[in-house]
């Protein structure tokens, strides 16, 4: 089943109600003489808008890297095991947005989705690691056409109460395509095949769609 919803709309459509409010309330208090008032409430309304932002960006085709899922900064890289009584091990990434971060989330490669599971948790600060197992989680399981699977997982943080995800199994999904996003400060986590080579570094700053985090040998 070919994905063919569009979110390429400069602003996601999940913060129009949240920016309305602040907005009709600057208008308000501006027409009441709260000029003061109506500055602050203008100026979280931007900061809203801003949050919300969806910019266009350009993938890098390689069919065997990895581009990154969200923007923000590489805070783990370790090996890991699936769980479960599997044997089956992962490369796994973690990055951490803060609230200045773009929060749209992109697809890392080519192929179809073959589950979504979401988890609900609580809502520690993204950037511990026990963060990673305990807080609440959307985890989308993607199968390349080779048949080796990712994992990508949207973990909410302590500010961030909502994960979105536009995708529904058996979708086919582009490199690079949006797929969902997690309001106001997050984690997300990329599982790649045993044996993939990080193609960056811990403390390093991504770009989501755009900067390779890793490819397949």
Avoid at 137 to 145: G, P, S, W
Avoid at 149 to 166: P, Y
Avoid at 174 to 198: A, Y
Wanted: aromatic fraction near 10%; charged fraction near 20%.
């Amino acid at each position: 089943m070919p994905n063919e919803m569009n979110h390429s709309s400069a602003i996601v459509k999940e913060g129009i109600p949240l920016i309305i409010p602040p907005g009709a309330a600057a208008i308000i208090a501006f027409l009441a003489g709260f000029f003061w008032v109506a500055g602050l409430l203008f100026l979280l309304t931007l900061f809203v808008v801003w949050f919300f932002r969806n910019p266009e960006r350009t993938t890098p085709q390689n069919p065997l890297q990895f581009t990154a899922p969200a923007d923000g900064k590489v805070i783990r890289i370790e090996e890991v095991s699936s769980g479960g009584g599997s044997d089956r091990s992962y490369l796994k990434i973690s990055i951490f947005m803060n609230v200045f971060n773009v929060h749209v989330n992109r697809i890392p490669c080519y192929g179809r989705i073959v589950s979504i599971l979401y988890s609900p948790g609580k809502f520690l600060s993204a950037n511990l690691d026990k963060a990673s197992a305990l807080n609440e989680k959307n985890a989308v399981v993607i199968r390349r056409d080779d048949g080796r699977e990712i994992m990508v997982v949207q973990i909410a943080g302590l500010i961030a109460r909502r994960i979105v995800c536009w995708m529904k199994e058996g979708m086919e999904v582009k490199k690079g395509e949006r797929f969902g996003l997690i309001r106001f400060g997050s984690r997300v986590e990329v599982f790649l095949p045993l044996g993939s080579t990080p193609l960056v570094k811990i403390g390093d700053k991504v770009r989501a769609g755009e900067t390779p985090i890793g490819e397949l040998i």
